[in-house]
């Protein structure tokens, strides 16, 4: 059985995206006129993404999430923003960072972020938004890992019980009563 190294998967997952994202721009470069020019939407960091390259975009996706399971069992910290430990926004921050696409650093600051989707049309790599357990605000995000409408699967550092980056879902009680919203930021 091979063993799982998260700093080679990424070294990588990071050169198949800079590959990849090449062949995005290269592609929109001898594409036919009328095609779609790039937007601040999908071209985001150092990381060349063209919405309409569907190769890409599924690889960088793919990219994300894997990246993002290398630090499942990762405790949960307060403020943290490392392999050492993350809080649910600085974990999102970071894997995001990894692949040179800018998020915001907390999770209120999603409140405005991105471009909402409708739950049906989720892809994995977006990100998911619920309130505070505790209060009437933003307070919690998630890596849509498995899109599947209001059942989706998500990676995330959870401050509950279980205190780590784990996977849940969204059908679950806890978290569908505190849905607010799903954003695209690929």
């Given at each position: 059985?091979?063993?799982?190294?998260?700093?080679?998967?990424?070294?990588?997952?990071?050169?198949?995206?800079?590959?990849?994202?090449?062949?995005?721009?290269?592609?929109?470069?001898?594409?036919?006129?009328?095609?779609?020019?790039?937007?601040?939407?999908?071209?985001?960091?150092?990381?060349?993404?063209?919405?309409?390259?569907?190769?890409?975009?599924?690889?960088?996706?793919?990219?994300?999430?894997?990246?993002g399971k290398?630090?499942?069992?990762?405790?949960?910290?307060?403020?943290?923003?490392?392999?050492?430990?993350?809080?649910?926004?600085?974990?999102?921050?970071y894997v995001?960072?990894?692949?040179?696409?800018?998020?915001?650093?907390?999770?209120?600051?999603?409140?405005?972020?991105?471009?909402?989707?409708?739950?049906?049309?989720?892809?994995?790599?977006?990100?998911?938004?619920?309130?505070?357990?505790?209060?009437?605000?933003?307070?919690?995000?998630?890596?849509?890992?498995?899109?599947?409408?209001?059942?989706s699967e998500?990676?995330?550092?959870?401050?509950?019980?279980?205190?780590?980056?784990?996977?849940?879902?969204?059908?679950?009680?806890?978290?569908?009563?505190?849905?607010?919203?799903?954003?695209?930021?690929?």
């Open positions: 059985m091979v063993s799982f190294n998260p700093s080679s998967f990424l070294k990588i997952s990071i050169a198949a995206v800079l590959l990849l994202g090449l062949f995005g721009v290269t592609a929109y470069r001898f594409s036919p006129k009328g095609a779609k020019e790039p937007t601040e939407d999908s071209v985001n960091g150092s990381v060349s993404v063209m919405s309409d390259s569907l190769e890409t975009h599924v690889s960088l996706r793919d990219s994300l999430e894997q990246f290398g630090f499942l069992g990762v405790p949960y910290v307060y403020g943290g923003t490392s392999g050492k430990g993350f809080d649910c926004s600085g974990f999102v921050y995001y960072q990894e692949f040179g696409i800018r998020v915001p650093r907390t999770s209120a600051q999603f409140e405005n972020f991105g471009k909402e989707v409708p739950i049906e049309k989720v892809k994995k790599g977006d990100i998911l938004v619920f309130l505070s357990p505790t209060r009437n605000v933003i307070g919690h995000i998630g890596i849509v890992t498995d899109p599947k409408g209001m059942e998500f990676i995330h550092a959870s401050s509950s019980k279980e205190m780590k980056v784990m996977i849940s879902s969204l059908k679950q009680p806890s978290y569908t009563r505190r849905f607010v919203k799903a954003v695209a930021v690929l």
